[in-house]
């Protein structure tokens, strides 16, 4: 998706149902409450470049919150493979519910009415960009990561790449599979934002930068600003999952 006349944009990581987070760091970046959305009064947008759900406990507050600024045309969302996970669970798929997709699926069967909440979960993220383009082309936000030659097209490792990023086929000291960083493979002019691997620091190497810093694992809820290029972030209240590649200092 292009869009190429928007600019100012405050890009946040991945949530994973951190609801209570999400709010203060709206308030630290200056949105302000309109009813059930947030706005800023200066014309920002927001962008969220996914896995918003599992892990945390509030996952279903985020999406609906999400949902509802992406639907005022407030904010844009490209998904994670966590948001992927969860829609294929909604569609009734074959999914092993683990790696925090089991919190998320509790929360939906404890509403009023779980099949509708499937319904509007998956009708919602099916539509949703892999990836995004600002200023000109001048930005691109993706969950994972993305080759530059890849962007514009319909290669069939698209997909793949913007939701996991660059997976070796090894597995790391921690037993979990191991992944190319996304400096080797994104070749680029345009400035590249992603998540995906946490980590306890934004890292910004070459013109690419991280913004996953693990909230849900007791690190922080970090925003990319632009064209400010700055961070601001929010410590997380506690600790809601753990990771073997993650620890909270």
Not at 232 to 249: D, H, M, N, T
């Amino acid at each position: 998706m292009d869009l190429k006349n928007i600019r100012e944009v405050d890009i946040i990581g991945d949530i994973h149902g951190c609801y209570d987070e999400l709010l203060l760091l709206l308030d630290k970046l200056g949105y302000r409450r309109d009813g059930e959305l947030y706005r800023h009064p200066e014309g920002r947008t927001l962008v969220f470049l996914g896995d918003l759900c599992d892990r945390g406990p509030r996952s279903l507050d985020v999406i609906l919150l999400v949902k509802a600024l992406v639907q005022a045309g407030l904010a844009y969302h490209c998904p994670g493979n966590h948001d992927d996970k969860l829609l294929r669970w909604s569609q009734g798929r074959r999914v092993q519910v683990k790696h925090g997709l089991e919190t998320t699926v509790d929360e939906v069967e404890r509403t009023q009415n779980p099949a509708e909440t499937r319904q509007w979960i998956e009708e919602y993220i099916k539509n949703l960009p892999l990836y995004l383009q600002f200023d000109q082309g001048e930005l691109v936000v993706v969950h994972a990561g993305i080759r530059s030659d890849l962007i514009g097209t319909n290669h069939k490792r698209l997909r793949d790449i913007c939701l996991y990023g660059f997976p070796t086929g090894q597995i790391d000291q921690h037993g979990l599979p191991e992944r190319d960083p996304v400096t080797k493979h994104y070749r680029g002019k345009a400035l590249l934002v992603h998540g995906h691997t946490p980590v306890y620091e934004p890292q910004w190497e070459q013109n690419v930068i991280n913004i996953d810093t693990g909230c849900v694992f007791g690190g922080a809820l970090t925003c990319f600003r632009y064209p400010e290029k700055e961070f601001v972030s929010i410590k997380a209240l506690q600790v809601y999952g753990e990771s073997k590649r993650f620890q909270p200092k």
